[in-house]
């Protein structure tokens, strides 16, 4: 009987990959858990449960690279990201953002072009229902907002949405209502640079932002203003309006 084969022959760049390989599979596998326990346990739990993995591995992570990398740890966090420049760290998230947008894309048009646009649309829809009240849920943790915040708590959340640093976003008051405008949308300007249509991302937007402002307070109603496939003024790509009965 041979022996198993392992990682010992392989060169640098080979082991390079396996590495990047591995992140890859470890992060798809913490997708799969979470959408698994939302599946038999709901939603709300899946939250809940998330939250609670994370808190103890995120330590374990940086602890185990820590060691193997040699960075020192401040406060539960690299040293050598902390004590980087204010820009430099909102470059990086930048780059996070923009990223997250890039492999949101590539899964739709993969779908796409091996189904057809309505089952993309159904996978794209179906993804936001589940990400954006975890997107909420973050934010609100992080900044400690209060659990029935009303429109200041969501004011201030959708600034801090991976969208709001890849796209130009508007919020105003308006009389007891909130009103969210996207004025300039990375997704369909650059349909429009190739001379194609606006993506109908209306069904897409219903959940996202819906469930989005419930997840940080579950009284606030959302209202579609106007998005595609809608006739849109031209100044901005989509519009939302909540309020608070």
């Avoid at 346990?41 to 060691?67: H, M, N, T, W, Y």
């Avoid at 990398?69 to 909102?90: H, M, Q």
């Avoid at 209060?146 to 009389?175: C, H, M, W």
């Amino acid at each position: 009987m041979g022996e198993m084969q392992g990682i010992e022959n392989l060169d640098n760049p080979a082991l390079s990959r396996l590495a990047i390989d591995l992140l890859r599979r470890s992060l798809l596998h913490y997708g799969i858990w979470f959408n698994e326990v939302d599946h038999q346990l709901g939603l709300e739990k899946a939250l809940q449960i998330e939250d609670e993995v994370f808190a103890k591995l995120c330590p374990l992570i940086i602890k185990r690279l820590s060691g193997i990398l040699g960075f020192a740890v401040d406060d539960g966090l690299p040293r050598s990201l902390s004590a980087l420049p204010r820009e430099k760290i909102i470059s990086l998230i930048d780059a996070i953002s923009a990223n997250w947008l890039a492999g949101d894309g590539l899964w739709f048009q993969a779908v796409e072009a091996r189904q057809e646009m309505y089952t993309a649309k159904r996978c794209n829809d179906t993804c936001w229902i589940k990400f954006s009240p975890f997107e909420a849920v973050r934010i609100k943790a992080m900044l400690e907002l209060p659990d029935k915040g009303g429109l200041d708590a969501l004011e201030v959340a959708l600034g801090f949405r991976l969208y709001s640093r890849i796209n130009t976003q508007t919020i105003e008051r308006q009389g007891n209502s909130l009103v969210f405008k996207m004025v300039k949308c990375r997704v369909q300007d650059a349909r429009r640079r190739k001379g194609l249509d606006d993506y109908p991302c209306k069904s897409a937007g219903i959940v996202e932002y819906s469930s989005f402002a419930q997840a940080i307070d579950p009284r606030i109603r959302t209202d579609c203003i106007a998005c595609p496939p809608d006739d849109l003024p031209g100044d901005w790509f989509c519009a939302w309006k909540f309020s608070i009965a």
